[in-house]
């Protein structure tokens, strides 16, 4: 259960200087932005909240504006280790606005921080406002995912490699 708690009334909005610092929102026009500044919801969240966990449904992805986020993931013997550290600008939860499915990762901020939510009812809204803006956040989207595919298979690479060799220069009596 997520423990990120609703905008307060005096919580600040998101300006278009914010959102122009986002890869997300490149290329965006001023018009489209200022639509953003006026619909999307940022939240706060203090040291601690998860803002999810791994397995639970999903249907918004965020944006820090401030603070750092750590990603964990859940290993098959049950294990939690921390994945990544996310901060300003960066976004996470962008997989459940492509494929539905529960959450890959938990979520927790490392201190306070302030969140821009975006739920995949207001990517509908963003669709059916302006087609060509909604292309280019999606493009956006596909990019930042593309790169960290390339990350991810280079640490992979880099971790079967190191597993490999020692494997293989481990006497096998000791095995």
């Not at 259960?1 to 200087?17: F, Q």
């Not at 996310?86 to 969140?115: C, H, K, W, Y």
């Amino acid at each position: 259960m997520s423990s990120v708690k609703p905008p307060r009334r005096d919580e600040p909005g998101v300006t278009i200087a914010q959102l122009r610092e986002v890869g997300l929102f490149g290329a965006l026009s001023d018009e489209f932005l200022d639509h953003l500044v006026a619909t999307l919801t940022v939240q706060r969240v203090m040291p601690g909240d998860t803002i999810f966990r791994e397995g639970d449904p999903a249907r918004e992805m965020y944006v820090v504006l401030d603070g750092e986020m750590e990603v964990l993931k859940r290993s098959r013997r049950g294990r939690e280790t921390r994945v990544a550290i996310l901060g300003p600008n960066d976004s996470f939860g962008e997989m459940s606005i492509i494929d539905m499915q529960p959450r890959s990762a938990t979520v927790r901020a490392l201190g306070a921080a302030r969140l821009l939510k975006i739920s995949t009812e207001e990517m509908d809204a963003l669709y059916r406002h302006d087609l060509k803006s909604y292309s280019l956040i999606v493009l956006n989207l596909a990019r930042d995912l593309s790169r960290r595919l390339r990350v991810t298979d280079g640490l992979l690479a880099d971790i079967t490699a190191n597993v490999l060799e020692e494997y293989v220069q481990t006497p096998a009596g000791k095995r």
